[in-house]
């Protein structure tokens, strides 16, 4: 049959052929569409804790080696159940003491971060071929940006890494990341149950918060002040600023307790501070 080509007749009938090509091309639109939304938006949750050097505890050997193992066993049961995990390893004690160690003969505050942020790396080595070795998949290099870290996510499901640049402690580091790979939240795990009202090294009526906001936080911690070299706190000032900027809830726990990292991580009570954006 010869189809019409001009007139009223032959120009609704081309409208016609156009509209049924669009409508068969949209499944296969649709589908693309799907496929570049799941490249931007990591499917597998993420999480991120900040592991501050001192739970590697190099003074107490029989205690390191435990919560080594018990680490290494939630890392397992967290990739077996599908889960990615950043982990940010402090400097701890071997930051302190090469830190003091070249303030003997210098002062310069963004190289003494150096000396710091290469301890951070020697103790996310540490971890990450602890985590190899029993055939975990860790990313196999330390990255030393936010976004080789971001990048490393594409392949492996756990990634280890220490210190990024002078100014920024790894809790910085931890907050950044999070927010960058879109964790709900970001686990701060140090030697301290809590968020206290005071230093309680310094404040015996210092008292234990459970859940506050990043705002009353600040009034805590302060907002933005960079931390000496080698100095701490239970959350760094500029991880704090970090946090608001990103909208990003924050978790302080004693995790020389591995359980209290689980629990949070699962989203399950936990003893520690809650902190909310």
Known sequence: MDLPARGVLGEAFQTSLLHLHIALLK???????????????TM????????????????EAEARSMWMGQLR?????????GRKIGLVV??????????????????????????????????ATV????????????????????EDARSLFDAHHIVVMGGTVPGHTTDTVAVKLAAVVHARHCIIA??????????????????????????ELADVVGV??????????????????????AGLDLAVLDGRDVRRI?????????????IKA
């Open 90 to 123: 402090g400097g701890g004690l071997p930051a302190r003491e090469g830190i003091e160690l070249a303030r003997e003969i210098m002062s310069d505050a963004h190289r003494l971060d150096q000396v710091g942020i290469a301890a951070t790396r020697l103790n």
């Open 44 to 59: 597998t949750p993420v999480h991120i804790v900040a592991l501050g050097g001192s739970l590697l505890r190099p003074e």
């Open 27 to 41: 499944p296969a639109l649709g589908d693309r569409m799907k496929t570049w939304a799941r490249r931007s938006v």
């Open 262 to 274: 689980d629990d949070a991580l699962d989203g399950k009570s936990f003893e520690g501070t809650l």
């Open 190 to 215: 140090t030697n301290v149950s809590h968020v206290y009202t005071k230093d309680p090294r310094h404040h015996d009526d210092a008292e234990a918060l459970t859940e506050i906001t990043l705002a």
């Open 224 to 245: 933005g002040k960079q931390l000496e070299p080698g100095a701490s706190a239970v959350v760094d000032p500029v991880a704090v600023e970090a946090a608001i900027a």
């Open 127 to 146: 971890l990450q071929q602890v985590l190899l070795d029993i055939g975990c998949d860790v990313a196999p290099s330390i990255p030393h940006s936010i």
């Open 73 to 81: 066993q939630l890392m397992v049961h967290l990739e077996g159940n």
